[in-house]
């Protein structure tokens, strides 16, 4: 299907296209060459990728910490297919972070080449969609070029957790050369092929839900598929047949059908790890505002990439004069864009295209803590793209002067991107680097803070850490994750005393039910160690009302109702835990409690089964050898 497009001989070009014609012969020619050219420049901007390193910002939680993507296995692909985790139900990012588990290791390497990868796959299919359903050769190049190198697109291709985006992308493009092969000659199969790839989109991550109301504006233009005028002086007629406007709509109803399970699939994965905040929360008002702020905030990053950060903080408040500017700037555009239809319909499709793509990250429904995100508009810019690049060819039809001042402009602003983006790349290389960039740039980024303090306490730096998690915690007093942070790290520093008030500040806040399992959690052990035995229970049981498939909890209540000569309700416990997974220590206790009940047959077998799940785990071992040698208990 792709590769028909780049070599099919009897593609019309326009007036631009006629002189890449005449350089390099035949259509097939000069795709492959443009082709080349774009995997080149998009090779030279993230040339340095491959030294990056992972983030401790999500990464961990998609590789390193992530033991069912570390085995291709029949469970972990029966997880992938089942678990919400990282507030999102994306199975074939799971499936594919196993692969390249399997084939890389640890080694970062891998990781982001195989999304550079994606990324400049991306690069090349966007071209040659273009370039087929209009024939514009230069403004084709030229979009595909700023997808490319826009330092906008740095952080889906330079952050591994993003790489979910680079391969839903991957996908829906695909889905939308199918729907193009499917509108030239309709049949059941190139239909079929429509929805099986947006389906796999979906599967990758829900960005392309609205793909079923960006096909009805492709059918607008490039497609044709309804005819508002006369076609433009260069573009070539269109081999497409024309439709009802009941047709077109009626065709997008089944992939609008599988949009509204995707979006559903995706609420309820974010919903269920709280990642989705609350009206209580995130006034609907609110959102509002910054939805119109966002649109408007996008476009000056695209004018204007710098100072970017990985998040911006939700603010505060907006000053009206923010919000008005945004509004008549959509206005104005729309209304402009809407009169120029039938004459110019690219302007329409790429201005609503970039209005529409966005609505699924704007933030009426919010999830996480940010306003904007720069990897948002990963897909959406594409619009705003097309409209200066038809436009400007429009402007310079027929006048080569225009003609050669256009094309030294287009050199010069991907020039200009292109290094831009290799010193973005470059900032990605580590937490460090990346983290100490966004705090020089934004001070008041709590997020940096406590990026920051993580990587300061990995790396044993418990005071240094302190410093960060404390400012961030000052900088978002209502932020749970911040308190906790700063609890934590005063335990770790044997503090339990300082460390109790700010836990239970982060109760008090309402956290996401695995945060409230995990303070819980550690509040009982800061407890057990006290003596505090009943208040130590207590906050196990919470903790395991809250995450009930946590098995933590389980088997360190068990533990202590062991030490507490309760075996027969530790055991109850154990066992629960194990129905939740194969958990070696739930194991470990049980061989324990059955060897002290002389139960020697039962707690050897359960022995085993610690070590199969924890090789060498020694005092498993050195219980069984114990048992075997009819020694005392270790």
């Not at 697109?153 to 193009?180: D, R």
């Not at 094309?407 to 990346?434: E, K, M, N």
């Not at 027969?568 to 409690?593: C, V």
Request: glycine share 6%; net charge positive.
């Amino acid at each position: 299907m792709i590769l028909s497009v780049a070599s099919n001989e009897s593609t019309a070009v326009n007036s631009a296209g006629g002189m890449g014609s005449a350089l390099f012969g035949s259509v097939r020619n000069q795709n492959l060459l443009v082709s080349a050219l774009l995997l080149a420049l998009t090779l030279l901007s993230f040339s340095s990728i491959a030294g990056n390193k992972f983030l401790l910002l999500d990464d961990p939680h998609y590789i390193a910490g992530n033991p069912h993507v570390q085995a291709i296995t029949w469970s972990n692909i029966k997880w992938a297919f089942t678990n919400s985790a990282m507030a999102q139900w994306h199975p074939l990012t799971w499936l594919l972070h196993m692969v390249q588990f399997h084939f890389f290791g640890m080694d970062p390497a891998g990781y982001h080449l195989t999304s550079l990868f994606l990324h400049g796959l991306n690069v090349v299919i966007l071209f040659l969609l273009l370039q087929k359903a209009t024939g514009g050769l230069w403004q084709s190049a030229f979009v595909a070029a700023l997808f490319a190198v826009h330092p906008l697109n740095v952080e889906p291709v330079a952050w591994v957790a993003a790489t979910n985006g680079t391969l839903s992308t991957f996908f829906g493009l695909l889905a939308i050369a199918a729907y193009g092969w499917y509108a030239s000659r309709p049949d059941w199969r190139r239909y079929l092929a429509v929805f099986g790839l947006f389906a796999l989109s979906l599967m990758a991550k829900a960005i392309f839900i609205v793909l079923p109301f960006a096909l009805l504006l492709l059918d607008v233009w490039p497609l044709k598929r309804v005819q508002l005028g006369a076609a433009t002086t260069n573009e070539s007629p269109s081999e497409i047949p024309t439709r009802s406007l009941f047709h077109l709509f009626a065709e997008k109803i089944p992939p609008l059908l599988l949009a509204l399970l995707g979006s559903i699939a995706a609420i309820r994965a974010g919903r269920q790890t709280g990642a989705v905040a609350t009206l209580a929360a995130e006034p609907l008002q609110m959102r509002v505002l910054n939805a119109l702020h966002s649109y408007s905030a996008y476009i000056l990053k695209m004018f204007w990439p710098q100072n970017l950060a990985i998040n911006y903080q939700f603010p505060k408040h907006y000053a009206w004069w923010q919000i008005a500017a945004a509004v008549l700037l959509l206005a104005t555009v729309t209304v402009f864009v809407s009169l120029k239809i039938k004459s110019k319909p690219y302007l329409a499709v790429g201005w609503f295209w970039y209005l529409g793509t966005l609505v699924p990250v704007i933030g009426l429904v919010q999830k996480g803590t940010q306003s904007i995100a720069d990897r948002y508009t990963y897909i959406p810019l594409v619009g705003i793209f097309v409209m200066f690049a038809w436009g400007a060819a429009d402007w310079a039809v027929r006048r080569p002067l225009r003609q050669r001042v256009l094309g030294a402009a287009a050199v010069s602003v991907l020039i200009v991107f292109s290094v831009l983006s290799r010193t973005q790349v470059g900032r990605w290389h580590d937490t460090y680097t990346l983290f100490g960039y966004i705090l020089q740039r934004h001070p008041d980024n709590a997020m940096a803070h406590q990026i920051l303090g993580f990587s300061l306490a990995d790396d044993g730096w418990l005071n240094e850490a302190m410093v960060h998690f404390q400012a961030g915690a000052a900088l978002a007093p209502r932020d749970a994750h911040m308190h906790y942070d700063v609890a934590k790290t005063f335990w770790l520093q044997n503090e339990p005393d300082k460390a109790t008030p700010e836990y239970e500040l982060c109760l008090r806040l309402n956290p996401r039910p695995a945060l409230a399992a995990l303070v819980h959690s550690e509040l009982a052990e800061i407890y057990s160690k006290k003596g505090q035995i009943e208040e130590a229970q207590q906050h196990y049981r919470a903790a395991i009302n809250l995450d009930p498939r946590w098995t933590g909890p389980y088997v360190s209540l068990a533990a202590l109702l062991y030490s507490q000569g309760k075996p027969d309700a530790a055991l109850e416990l154990l066992a629960s835990a194990l129905k939740n997974e194969n958990n070696g220590m739930a194991y470990f206790w049980i061989g324990r409690i059955l060897q002290d009940q002389q139960r020697l047959p039962e707690a050897l077998a359960a022995y085993r089964a610690t070590l199969k799940s924890m090789p060498g785990y020694a005092p498993a071992q050195q219980n069984m050898d114990a048992i075997l040698a009819n020694k005392p208990l270790y």
